[in-house]
């Protein structure tokens, strides 16, 4: 998949953002960089039959903790950033229109 | 050299606490460090505390319970956390006194301090150039004296590299000594906890009242028997460094600049200062491609796990709510108040983790990771640190500087990076001036083996004029 233009945009609209004509020359200026780096990694000799790496630490010994209900917030910590609220309320966006 | 923190002890508390509040000021002209200044600051009650009542500037990507916490974005220009991070919590515990929180490049995505909402960071040493990023404002305002030490996060180089611009002391420990429970992240897999002070001791101070096992970040593990402070004046008498020779031998640079020369030329009279303590240290190889691909690698997969972390800045849940439908609301969110270097890293993760391209650009990524991970610690079994220059050249111009990758990006701007691709404890120390404005180099380990690191950092300072100095003070 080459890295053109409108793909920049399509990516933009899939993550809700949108960008200048500017903003768009400058992604795809970055990522032939990007991309020139990773085609020197896939020439790397035996590169594929590396084990990826994920996290820099081995956990052999982790467990989840148990579930304790606990009363973290009043009301008036969760409307406190709430711009749109009524007495004890948040005012959310319509989403079925 | 003696610890600040422990010389302040002794201090008349309420005299620092106002003269520390009037620095905040002061640097705050100078450098724009800050993005809230805690002019209400109280004394705690004096307690036993190494901390206790000791002034420390926080960087704002950590959540501080009813303070406000922006990550320096204008998504969260107005976010006030309802729970603060354990970072801040276990400081608070401590007695120490949180005076202002710093200004970062954008959510931490950045090198230069230029890219946060309330404007560009100065450095203290020279307001035209730039103090480094992300962690800005806390490398500025340790360097100008206005504290003792800040904290900062580490995910490429974001407290290693303003350390040495900065010409102070920058240390990450080993990835997960430090809890990041409220960090805002930005590269879950390459965060680390960072701290900034003028010296060795200082930072070994602050990591022993911050380590620790949390509950409520599983990448922490028990640290219990590790104390930095107590280890630092242990012998450093046959230890043995390595560094690479594609990245200091001058031989191996096209047209070197005037400044890299320097930066070598300093960095060689640092290695015979470290050879006359009795710290042996070799010129080693390491595979060119891999460290070539270092910025790409790094690109990749910190673009892919941010793009994921910060999908929840809609603008519905917290940060200015815009107006329209649903959807137009979130992009109007995200197309006005993420700043153009936020955007563009959002798009270059979405595009490496789509199904099509996971294998050229992100599993390719996570492979170089684990090789060059792999070859540093078959080197940590016979070394017992990396040791390198920070950067080719002391703090750059704000004027001409950007955040854009660009090709003849040099390796020697992103080794550090290999420190989060491995979790290795990484320590930047002043090691030189170049006209006037100074330089540092980097010494990294074994994960888990920080106190033995920091012993060699201690000792290679000790030995050096560089500790302890402050901005503006030979002015």
């Known amino acids: ?80 950033n709430a711009k749109c609220k009524t007495e004890e309320e948040i005012i959310v966006p319509k989403v079925v229109m | 050299m003696e610890s600040v923190i422990r010389i302040l ?29 805690m002019d209400n600051a109280k004394l705690n009650p004096e307690s036993d505390s190494v901390l206790s009542n000791i002034p420390y500037v926080l960087k704002d990507n950590y959540s501080t319970k009813g303070i406000l916490t922006t990550g320096s974005s204008n998504t969260l220009k107005d976010y006030i956390p309802p729970f603060s991070s354990t970072v801040y919590e276990k400081l608070s515990l401590a007695g120490a006194i949180m005076v202002a929180k710093s200004v970062m490049d954008e959510f931490g995505m950045g090198g230069t301090g230029l890219t946060g909402h309330t404007g560009i960071v100065r450095n203290p040493w020279d307001t035209s150039l730039i103090a ?7 490398a500025a305002s340790v360097a100008a004296g206005v504290v003792p030490f800040a904290i900062g996060s580490d995910t490429g180089d974001s407290v290693r590299k303003p350390a040495a611009h900065c010409g102070i002391v920058g240390y990450k420990p080993t990835y997960g000594m430090i809890s ?15 701290v900034f002070a003028r010296t060795v001791s200082d930072v070994a101070i602050v990591v022993d009242v911050l380590k620790g096992k949390d509950e409520k970040d599983m990448t922490t593990w028990d640290s219990s028997n590790i104390n930095l402070e107590a280890h630092l004046n242990d012998s450093v008498n046959g230890k043995k460094l390595f560094y690479f020779k594609e990245l200091c031998d001058i031989s191996f640079y096209e047209n070197p ?114 090789r060059i991970v792999r070859l540093m610690k078959e080197k940590f079994n016979n070394y017992d640190g990396l040791i390198l220059p920070c ?46 404005l100074p330089i540092g180099v980097n010494i990294t380990g074994n994960i888990y083996d920080d106190e033995n690191v920091l012993a060699i950092a201690s000792h290679i300072a000790d030995s050096m004029p560089y500790e302890g100095q402050i901005a503006g003070d030979n002015k």
């Open chain 2, 132 to 138: 480094g990023g992300s962690s800005a404002g806390s």
């Open chain 2, 391 to 436: 950067s080719a050249s002391h703090a750059p111009k704000i004027h001409g500087t950007t955040d854009v990758i660009r090709q003849d990006l040099a390796t020697l701007e992103n080794h550090m990076a290999i420190g989060n691709f491995g979790g290795f404890p990484s320590i930047t120390i002043p090691n030189g001036m170049i006209d006037g």
């Open chain 2, 9 to 37: 002890k002794n201090a008349n508390k309420e005299q620092l606490l106002k003269k520390t509040l009037e620095k905040v000021h002061d640097n705050q002209e100078l450098c724009n460090s800050f993005v809230t200044i």
């Open chain 2, 257 to 370: 600049s005037d400044d890299l020369k320097k930066v070598i030329e300093e960095f060689n009279n640092t290695i015979n200062v470290i050879k006359r303590i009795g710290i042996d240290v070799v010129e080693e190889s390491f595979p060119k491609e891999l460290l070539d691909a270092i910025p790409s690698v790094y690109t990749c997969i910190s673009c892919a796990e941010a793009t994921s972390n910060m999908s929840n800045l809609t603008g519905i849940i917290f940060g200015p709510r815009e107006t329209g439908n649903i959807n137009e609301m979130i992009i109007n969110h995200r197309t006005l108040n993420f700043s153009s270097l936020i955007k563009r890293r959002f798009i270059i993760g979405s595009y490496v983790l789509q199904r099509e391209n996971q294998e050229k650009y992100f599993v390719n990524a996570l492979r170089v990771r684990n």
């Open chain 2, 180 to 194: 990041r429970w409220g960090l805002l992240p930005f590269a879950s897999s390459l965060d680390h906890v960072g």
């Open chain 1, 1 to 80: 998949m080459d890295f053109t233009k409108d793909l920049v945009d399509k990516f933009a609209k899939d993550l809700l953002i949108g960008l200048t004509p500017e903003e768009n020359k400058m992604v795809l200026d970055e990522f032939k960089v990007i991309e020139s780096g990773m085609d020197k990694i896939a020439n790397i000799p035996n590169i594929s039959e590396e084990d990826v790496m994920t996290h820099p630490l081995e956990y052999d010994n982790v467990s989840l903790r148990d579930d304790l209900s606990v009363r973290e917030l009043s009301t008036e910590e969760v409307l406190q």
